[in-house]
């Protein structure tokens, strides 16, 4: 295996960061399960603990592809049905953390791998329910990608909801935008407002 980072090796890379900054956030000590399942009043229905949820729930479908038999067919269901044990990373922080962990290990385990480009040149089936059932081809290289957005756009969701309280400017924040920015960025100072309710 060469020393010099491969194209694969970024995005192995980034998808661990991004489960890292995750669980920065949920290894804050003054982060509590009230805060974690605490129903959000600007995006109605959703919590910081549902969106940190998602992001787990979506990488272990990839990752479970990858544990299936080596001589099998790859298939990832983002679909599928979890079981009922789910609910309690949406509202324990330690569960939404070791679900979180169990992720970054599988992450690692792919980046350890022998050929990595190889691996992620893979072809996969993605079954889709949408909700006639598709199967649609894909590879396991282009998954992680589409895991890793999906993670930035539900991190954005819970950068508004935590907004000034908890977070990291860079949390939710697309790689392409913070090297756009430059490391000398700071956020604008935004004066508070209210939303008048029409007459």
Known sequence: MSDTPQPADYLVNLAIALIDSGLDILN???????????NSA???GASLGRHFRHVSETY??????????PYDALHINYDAIMPPSRKSI????????EAMTKVREGLVALHD?????????????????SPQRQELKSTLGRELWFCSLHAIHHYTMIRVIACHELLPVEFGTAPSTILYRGKDWKPPVVAPFTLKAKM
Not at 90 to 97: K, N, P
């Open 60 to 69: 272990e479908a990839f990752n479970q592809s990858l544990r299936s038999d």
């Open 28 to 38: 804050q000590d003054n982060l509590s399960d009230d805060q974690l399942k605490y």
């Open 90 to 97: 949406a509202r324990s922080v330690e569960a939404c953390r």
């Open 113 to 129: 791998c022998e050929d990595l480009e190889a691996e992620l040149e893979r072809e996969v089936e993605v079954v889709a329910l």
């Open 42 to 44: 600007l995006i109605p």
